[in-house]
């Protein structure tokens, strides 16, 4: 299953609400998750089953979709938010990431 | 508190095997699915392979029969072995561990240990 993960990069200010989107070419019902990856570091799991926020991340995460489209939005962007996010599909194997979205600073 | 480690040797000639071991503390090994992903510039992020303490293993068919996973209760370890390498398997190697079942997120990871395939 491939995965379309848009845009490949934005840049954005403090307080901006951000939205990535990826697409699966084929349905994975809710076996998402997304992760989210900082220069050196291994990713971190943000959000699973589509629209679950992972223990200890900020409300300010939010995921939804299923099937084949699915959003991460950061409601208010903070400073420790830029980074590079991943998206996964779990619906089926081989296991597949989307290609990431890199967010920087405007 | 969980924690994951890679180790093994970090530069490996061509034609020859990558090894690599995760050693996991803080949970049992038997309790979850784990895998293998790797990160490189050229394709991203990969998964390679996973196991569950059952004997239940999979791996990515684009990397064809060279991998073989591995697991060592008695140790709380897996390993991953990956044959006849080449520069195109230079990357991160990451081992996590399934949030629940095969189809779980990866809740937790390793620090990552670069490979570098070269002679």
């Known amino acids: 299953i491939q995965l379309t993960q848009s845009p490949s990069s934005l840049s954005a200010s403090v307080g901006d609400r951000v939205t990535i989107t990826c697409r699966a070419s084929?349905?994975?019902?809710?076996?998402f998750a997304w992760y989210q990856q900082k220069p050196g570091k291994a990713p971190q799991l943000l959000i699973y089953?589509?629209?679950t926020l992972q223990s200890g991340v900020p409300s300010r995460f939010s995921g939804s979709g299923s099937g084949t489209d699915f959003t991460l939005t950061i409601s208010s962007l903070q400073p420790e938010d830029f980074a590079t996010y991943y998206c996964?599909?779990?619906?089926?194997?081989?296991?597949?990431f989307g290609q990431g979205t890199k967010v920087d600073i405007k | 508190q969980v924690q994951l480690q890679e180790s093994g040797p970090r530069l490996v000639k061509p034609s020859e095997t990558l090894s690599l071991t995760c050693t996991v503390s803080?949970?049992?090994?038997?309790?979850?699915?784990w895998s293998w992903i790797r990160q490189s510039p050229g394709k991203g992020l990969e998964w390679i392979a996973y196991?569950?303490?059952?004997?239940?293993?999979d791996h990515n068919p684009s990397l064809k029969s060279r991998v073989t996973i591995s697991l060592d209760t008695s140790k709380n370890q897996f390993s991953l072995r990956l044959n006849s390498v080449t520069a195109a398997d230079t990357a991160v190697y990451y081992c996590?561990?399934?949030?629940?079942?095969?189809?779980?997120?990866?809740?937790?990871w390793g620090q990552g240990t670069l490979v570098t395939v070269s002679s």
């Open positions: 089953a589509a629209s």
């Open positions: 803080g949970c049992s090994i038997t309790s979850y699915y």
């Open positions: 996964q599909q779990l619906g089926s194997y081989p296991r597949t």
């Open positions: 196991i569950y303490h059952s004997g239940n293993t």
């Open positions: 996590v561990r399934h949030q629940s079942n095969d189809r779980g997120s990866y809740d937790y």
């Open positions: 084929q349905g994975v019902s809710t076996y």
